[in-house]
């Protein structure tokens, strides 16, 4: 870059957390042409970007995002978001040629900072600074952010085909016209600024003419009103002793139930561990039984189908028996009958008998009347042979009879043996019916236990699944308590690496002191002999949280001094600080001469009250917080004592009123003083060791969800 009248040259470029740079990069640019290559999407942009932003760049849509915090690394699938970007520009001067505020340094480093929850940083050689006076820098140089010194796509072709206007403020930031015109804007607002204010004054001084009459009854006024307050206070100030000792009472109190609370927390939690054991336990007899039932029921419809199967045979056998008894009735008949008609043939056959030993003796008897009985002989033979073919005949039929006999004997036998196994068996039958029946008794009595075992068991069940049903519940409790303790922990672990980069951010400035000026630094680094110079005035005090602004306005520039023990110690490291050029610096002399104690102003509290100064260093804040209280409001103190109150006040938002009559107040400077910085840096370690403890008790509420979530 080499500007009209002045000549930088960019040495380095650092990126921190910009864009697609997560990780420090450091870019060094020689003499000659530098150029970056590579394909796209690596972030070839992003340089020139981090170059435009770093100068001061405060439109997004000119950073390609859609807000300032698009600037901060978002994070990737392997990658977590950072909580801070951070560019650093380095130009080298060794030259000589440079701006004539930083003529006498031989590098000079531009660096800006975002952190995610939208505060940001500037800082010249490692000092913080304004907004201002970065853009003041580049305007001494003749470059700005919208200037020529970046040339993007489509910029020579806008410059070629711009408006002379446009052209005419191209061509006075090249020629280094456009930052005398910028003051020559900021000189005539604040000469109309000036203009107002003397017209104000000088119509307030009109007005307080007219009022003075009406100020010295007010003035004596106030003074009665000084002595009321006075008297009011000292009242309060006992009253106030006296609820300070009740509240301390109450707060011993509170703390006893707070112990009293935690044992009883304590004892429920266990007997919340002993019913989850319990209910386990529940949960495992419930299975058991559940299977025990299943078992019996599967018992019982075996020994149900079993009775019905032992039911059919005996109805079977007993139809059996049935058909078997009338079989054996209508055998009898039959045999009865063959008998009767046995006895029949026999007693023919035996009458047959007879006649023919009949015939025989008359034979033999009348052998003689043969010859004439040779007809009747042969009409006897004819007739004998007709009777013994009746006899054949009787004979084939009673053999006939006789087998038909010996047959249904047979048959009367086998039926015999059939009857007797039918009763062999009806008894069988019998005996095992009287079995089966007496086994049915004893199922029906096992049934009516097993179903008298099932209702209980079911109203187990009914109970078991009451219990189920309200772990159910507890478990979606659980999965929502789960959750929100992970949504809580996801929270708490953001905001502790954004407070975490902060304070590390704020820890390292502190520590290598970049917040100093160059004069302190080079006596603190040991560059120059320290003999006689204790430290800077800031390490040595603690302030009350919300007090900081207060004593840093009335200390002014004294907050970044360093305490000599002498005024010679602090002599002689002015005159080294001018042999060595180191700068100029401002020193505190810790010896002196102790002011008589000022009278009692009714109106604030001392602001030395709110101070604790370190060891040796007591007298010092004595003389330096002398006659000034602190109030909640100016205001007040001008309504009683005007413009020429009898100390200096100030407020805890560092409006200061002085005894001379001077008002500072209003937003003030975005950068915070040391001992903000300083008090800063004591409440985030607070809050960062306060969000370890959260983020430690979450994980823990979380694991137990976690546990509790699975329990259940």
């Not at 997560?22 to 690596?42: K, L």
Request: glycine share 8%; hydrophobic share 40%.
């Amino acid at each position: 870059m080499a500007p009209t009248g002045e000549l930088v040259h960019v040495k380095s470029l650092e990126i921190h957390g910009f864009k697609s740079f997560v990780d420090r990069v450091a870019f060094g640019f020689e003499d000659g042409i530098t150029a970056i290559v590579g394909p796209n999407g690596c972030g070839k942009s992003n340089v020139v970007d981090a170059f435009r932003w770093g100068m001061g760049e405060q439109s997004p849509r000119r950073l390609r995002g859609k807000g300032m915090e698009d600037v901060i690394f978002a994070g990737s699938e392997q990658r977590s978001p950072v909580g801070m970007a951070e560019v650093v520009i380095t130009f080298d001067t060794s030259d000589g040629q440079a701006p004539p505020a930083y003529a006498a340094f031989q590098e000079i480093q531009i660096a800006r900072r975002l952190y995610r929850s939208g505060e940001s940083e500037y800082l010249i050689n490692k000092v913080p600074t304004r907004l201002k006076d970065v853009l003041d820098f580049f305007r001494d140089t003749g470059i700005g952010t919208r200037g020529y010194a970046i040339v993007e796509q489509g910029r020579i072709a806008e410059i070629v085909s711009a408006r002379p206007e446009e052209r005419r403020g191209l061509i006075e930031e090249a020629a280094g016209i456009s930052k005398y015109k910028a003051r020559r804007h900021e000189a005539e607002r604040k000469l109309a600024g000036t203009e107002q204010n003397l017209l104000r004054v000088s119509d307030v001084l009109g007005e307080i003419k007219r009022q003075i009459a009406s100020l010295e009854r007010q003035a004596r006024k106030a003074a009665r009103f000084k002595r009321l307050r006075e008297t009011q206070r000292l009242l309060e100030l006992s009253l106030a002793f006296d609820e300070r000792a009740e509240l301390l009472a109450e707060i011993e109190e509170s703390r006893r139930r707070a112990a009293e609370f935690s044992d009883e927390l304590a004892g429920r939690e266990a007997k919340l561990g002993e019913k989850e054991a319990a209910l386990e336990q529940h949960r495992v007899e419930l299975a058991e039984r559940e299977r025990i039932v299943m078992s019996e029921s599967e018992r019982l419809f075996h020994l149900r189908s079993q009775i019905k199967e032992l039911e059919g045979r005996i109805s079977y056998g007993r139809r059996e028996r049935g058909s078997l008894l009338e079989s054996s009735e209508s055998r009898g008949r039959e045999r009865e009958q063959l008998e009767k008609q046995l006895r029949e043939s026999e007693e023919a056959q035996a009458r047959l008998e007879d006649e023919l030993r009949a015939v025989t003796s008359a034979l033999e008897a009348d052998g003689a009347a043969m010859g004439v009985a040779d007809g009747e002989v042969r009409g006897a033979e004819e007739a004998l042979r007709a009777v013994e073919a009746e006899r054949d005949a009787a004979s084939h039929t009673l053999v006939e009879h006789l087998t038909l006999i010996a047959r249904l004997e047979d048959r009367l036998a086998a039926l015999g043996d059939r009857r007797e196994e039918v009763d062999r068996r009806l008894r069988s039958t019998d005996e095992q019916v009287e079995v089966h029946q007496s086994e049915a008794a004893r199922v029906d009595s096992d049934r009516e236990a097993l179903e008298e075992g099932l209702r209980n068991l079911l109203a187990d069940r009914d109970a078991l699944m009451g219990k189920l049903r309200e772990a159910a519940n507890q478990k979606s409790a659980a999965d929502t308590e789960l959750e929100s303790a992970r949504d809580a922990l996801r929270g708490a672990r953001e905001l502790r690496e954004t407070r975490r980069a902060r304070l590390q951010s704020l820890e390292e400035l502190i520590e290598r002191r970049e917040d100093l000026g160059s004069a302190a630094r080079h006596l603190l680094e040991g560059a120059t002999d320290r003999s006689g110079l204790r430290g800077l005035l800031r390490d040595s005090v603690r302030i009350e949280p919300g007090y900081e602004r207060a004593v840093e306005v009335v200390l002014a520039g004294a907050a970044e001094a360093l305490v000599a023990d002498e005024p010679a110690s602090a002599l002689a490291a002015i005159d080294a600080l001018r042999a060595q050029s180191a700068g100029r610096g401002a020193f505190v002399v810790a010896s002196g001469r102790s002011e008589p104690t000022p009278g009692i102003v009714p109106l604030g509290t001392p602001l030395r009250s709110h101070v604790t100064p370190g060891p040796g260093y007591e007298s010092l804040f004595d003389r330096l917080l002398r006659d000034v209280n602190c109030v909640d409001a100016l205001r007040e103190v001008v309504d009683v004592y005007g413009a020429a109150p009898p100390c200096t006040f100030v407020t805890r938002a560092g409006d200061l009123l002085t005894a001379s009559g001077v008002l500072q107040g209003g937003a003030g400077s975005s950068e915070p003083g040391a001992l903000v910085r300083i008090a800063e840096v004591r409440q985030l370690r607070e809050q960062v060791a306060e969000l370890d403890r959260r983020v430690s008790g979450l994980e823990l509420r979380s694991r137990n969800a976690e546990e509790a979530a699975a329990a259940a």
